[in-house]
């Protein structure tokens, strides 16, 4: 009886040992190289900014199943890699001073969010990255309702399904939809921005959660934002400031008690990403 005991006991030792961790997602196929025009951003005016300080995470795609990115530092890089903001990268200077193209095949249906799990690997394996989560107190702004409560619009646009629950046909569909609306909205945010002629400078979502609004006032209020509403779901919203700072009534901060908020200023936990190794070029393709 006592053998069989340990022999169970062996057996179970032994099969544990012969599980490992999922294997993280990874592209099929990639390509790392220096940028080709490195002397010069590959985006228009501004929008370099405009990617800096959109929801962190964001990994743009150029096809339903293929990743180009052009002209980007280590730094954005991993703060893309790694759902943050650049500023919350800590690291080495010289992680912005040279600049990648990347060319990566992303396998059948696969959702946008395992994009930056398979961004994080592919620097780790081309660069040894190697990082460890923090987080750090900051002084910055919660987004909060103001006292006569929110003015807010809500968006109704349809909900899609959950990616689990769709094929990988139609996980394409929708990820192309996606990106046609997102490049749309681009388009239409830079055309906006060039006929500004007016002493206003308006900026309009159609539908945006509190948690991504308070990452877009994070640049304009010069600090981090972190959403204290407790308000859910999507908002149109509109945030027009005077293109001259020092017109009374005009700062982000009048903008944003016009919606009925307010930002309050509070210290805040900032999540940063601190680089422990990292290598200035990758390895050969």
């Known amino acids: ?78 703060a893309a890699a790694y759902h943050v903001r650049a500023s919350e990268v800590t690291g080495p200077g010289w992680l912005s001073d040279d600049r990648f193209d990347i060319e990566a095949r992303v396998p059948a249906g696969i959702a946008q969010g395992e994009l930056n799990a398979m961004l994080q690997s592919l620097l780790e394996d081309r660069f040894g990255l190697k990082v460890h989560r923090a987080t750090q107190a900051a002084e910055g702004f919660a987004l909060v309702v103001g006292r006569d409560g929110p003015k807010l619009k809500a968006s109704q646009p349809p909900l899609p399904a959950a990616a689990e629950e769709l094929t990988p046909e139609e996980q394409k569909a929708q990820l192309e939809q996606k990106m046609q609306e997102n490049m749309a909205a681009r388009k239409k945010a830079m055309l906006d921005k060039a006929a500004a002629v007016g002493p206003f400078s308006t900026q309009s979502f159609s539908s945006i959660t509190m948690e991504d609004l308070a990452a877009q006032l994070a640049r304009p209020a010069g600090a981090p934002v972190v959403d204290a509403t407790g308000l859910t779901g999507k908002y149109t919203v509109t945030i027009e400031t005077w293109k001259n700072p020092d017109v009374p009534g005009g700062t982000i901060f009048d903008a944003v008690e016009k919606l009925g908020l307010k930002l309050e200023p509070r210290k805040v936990s900032i999540e940063t990403v601190v680089v422990d190794e990292v290598s200035k070029m990758p390895t050969a393709n």
């Open 1 to 78: 009886m006592r053998s069989l005991v340990c022999a169970a006991l062996v057996f179970g030792c032994v099969a544990l040992q012969g599980q490992t961790a999922p294997a993280r997602p990874q592209f099929e196929v990639a390509s790392v190289r220096p940028a080709a025009n490195a002397t010069s951003t590959a985006f228009p005016a501004g929008m370099v900014e405009a990617l800096r300080a959109r929801r962190p995470g964001m990994i743009p795609m150029d096809g339903p199943d293929r990743v180009h990115l052009e002209n980007w530092t280590l730094l954005d890089l991993i």
